[in-house]
């Protein structure tokens, strides 16, 4: 299945903040265990940036869990 990076990307930001919220997290609070910025965490939530491999990593640790969680999900189209 062919699919477009601005819909992986559109829904990672989904899964992301999903994610988070389950944690009962903030964006500050996610940023600060993350150590990336509040202003990054929430441009890549809204599908604004196409985020390296290394803040998906940083952002999974943050969540508390496996790297392949944070990027197995259904894609939905826009």
Not at 24 to 41: E, F, G, H, V
Request: glycine letters at 2%; hydrophobic letters at 40%; a positive charge.
């Amino acid at each position: 299945m062919d699919i477009s990076e601005e819909i992986f990307i559109a829904n990672l930001g989904i899964h992301i903040r999903q994610l988070r919220e389950k944690k009962n997290m903030s964006q500050r609070d996610l940023a600060n265990d993350s150590n990336i910025t509040k202003s990054l965490i929430g441009r890549i939530e809204r599908a604004e940036v196409n985020t390296t491999v290394k803040s998906l990593i940083k952002i999974a640790n943050a969540l508390n869990i496996e790297f392949k969680e944070l990027i197995d999900f259904p894609l939905k189209e826009k």
